[in-house]
């Protein structure tokens, strides 16, 4: 609840209108200034981007820079006074510890959901440009309850620090009854 709490407030949703879909995803300030980190594939398609604050307020957003290697991506937004995040070292965590995961999954802003640390140093598969498969290794695995819209959004360790970027759901369903 206290983790829950204290980082609400800095994490954001983001909508892409780009063409005729309208990808939604979650984000995390990292800078007082409005700069957010997201996903690529959030971000992706040169679409209108909107970030939507936890205050109700809403602003404009521009690609400051995207990797699609890495699926990570940081936007610009007019808002300022910001209250940033910590990252921690996720270098440091350990199977079992517990994390929170916090996000607008489905489109539902500012839903909070905990797990376990399920494996560390797990591969990932994602798409890099021109949809060539590129392999991220050293990837968080988690149970929390992680779905579409999750994506961007941070992964926070008891203390309140990111320790990930909620990233890629394997499931069979296309929900959180997966990896």
Known sequence: QEVAQSVLPAVV?????????????????ISAD???????????????????????????????????????AVIQTDKRDLKPLTFADSGKLSVGQEVVAVGAPL??????TSGIVSALNRPVATSGKDSDQATVINSVQTDAAINPGNSGGPLFNLDGEVVGVNSQIYSQSGGYQGV
């Open 107 to 112: 489109g539902l802003a500012g839903t909070v």
């Open 34 to 72: 409005g700069k957010i980190v997201t996903n690529n594939h959030v971000i992706a398609g040169n679409g209108k981007l909107t970030v939507s604050f936890s205050d109700g307020s809403v602003s404009n957003a521009a690609v400051v820079g995207a990797d699609p290697i890495t699926d990570l």
């Open 13 to 29: 949703s983001i909508d892409n209108q780009a063409g005729t879909s309208e990808p939604s995803g979650s984000g995390v300030v």
